[in-house]
C-alpha cells in the first residue's frame, strides 16, 4: 500500500540555521506530493506541492523537489525564523484521488 | 467565504453517549473526508466522499458513520463513543484531485 516516511523528530534548531526534514515515500504509479505546516492549537494549512518527478513546489521560503528516482520529496528551508516552529507533515494522494496518507509529523522549534 | 468550519470545537463525552460533529464548506467543493489525528500516528483517514449522495470508508471506519445530503455538509457521527475514539478530529475539503485539500480548525474530542 501507499505510504510516508519521515524523519523523527523533534528537530530544534536556531534562528537563521538550515532546515532539512526528510520525506520518503513508498506508492504505486505516480502520487501528488504534499507538505503541511501545522502551528499550535490549530488546523493544518497547505505550504506546498508537486504533482509530478522533478516538480518544485515552493512557499514562504521553503522548497521540496520531487524525486522519483529515490521516491522523497525533502523539505527545505535556507534560514528559519522562530515563527517557522510548528510539527511539519509529509503527505501523498495517488492520481484521481483526494485521500491523503500522510507521515507521522516532524515537530521543529526555533530558538531565538 | 468562510473555507472549513467544524463544530463544536471541544467536547468531552462518557463512554457510550453518541454526537455529532459537525462540517461544512463555502467553497462548492465536490470532495470532503474526516481525519483523526493522534499521537505519533499522524493523520489517518476516517470517511470520505465524492460528491452529494456518495460516501465512503478510509483506513480507520469503525465506530464512525457519515452521510452527505449537501455539497456543503458532512457530519460525522460517533453512535457510541468509547475511549478509543479521543483524538482530534479535522475535516477536509477539495474541489480537484491535485488540490490536496482545505483544512478545518479541528475537534478535539475526549471520552471518558
Known amino acids: 500500500g501507499n505510504s510516508v516516511t519521515q524523519m523523527e523528530g523533534p528537530v530544534t534548531l536556531s534562528e537563521e540555521a538550515f532546515l532539512t526534514i526528510n520525506c520518503t515515500y513508498t506508492a504505486t504509479g505516480y502520487p501528488s506530493l504534499f507538505w503541511y505546516v501545522q502551528y499550535p492549537g490549530e488546523g493544518l494549512q497547505l505550504l506546498l506541492k508537486?504533482?509530478?518527478?522533478?516538480d518544485k513546489g515552493s512557499n514562504k521560503g521553503f522548497e521540496a523537489t520531487y524525486r522519483k528516482e529515490t521516491t522523497s520529496f525533502h523539505l527545505e528551508k535556507g534560514s528559519v525564523q522562530v515563527s517557522d516552529s510548528a510539527v511539519y507533515f509529509c503527505?501523498?494522494?495517488?492520481?484521481?484521488?483526494?485521500?491523503?496518507?500522510f507521515g507521522k509529523g516532524t515537530k521543529l522549534t526555533v530558538n531565538p | 467565504n468562510a473555507g472549513v468550519t467544524q463544530t463544536p470545537k471541544f467536547q468531552v463525552l462518557k463512554t457510550g453517549q453518541s454526537m455529532t460533529l459537525q462540517c461544512a464548506q463555502d467553497m462548492n467543493h465536490e470532495y470532503m473526508s474526516w481525519y483523526r489525528q493522534d499521537p505519533g500516528m499522524g493523520l489517518r483517514l476516517i470517511h470520505y466522499?465524492?460528491?452529494?449522495?456518495?460516501?465512503d470508508q478510509g483506513e480507520v471506519p469503525n465506530g464512525y458513520n457519515v452521510s452527505r445530503s449537501t455539497t456543503e455538509d458532512f457530519p460525522l457521527r460517533l453512535l457510541s463513543a468509547a475511549p478509543s475514539q479521543t483524538s482530534v478530529y479535522f475535516c477536509?475539503?477539495?474541489?480537484?484531485?491535485?488540490?490536496?485539500?482545505?483544512f478545518g480548525p479541528g475537534t478535539r474530542l475526549t471520552v471518558l
Open positions: 477536509a475539503s477539495s474541489y480537484s484531485t491535485e488540490g490536496g485539500g482545505v
Open positions: 508537486a504533482t509530478k518527478a522533478d
Open positions: 466522499s465524492v460528491g452529494a449522495g456518495i460516501t
Open positions: 503527505a501523498l494522494t495517488k492520481g484521481g484521488s483526494e485521500k491523503l496518507v
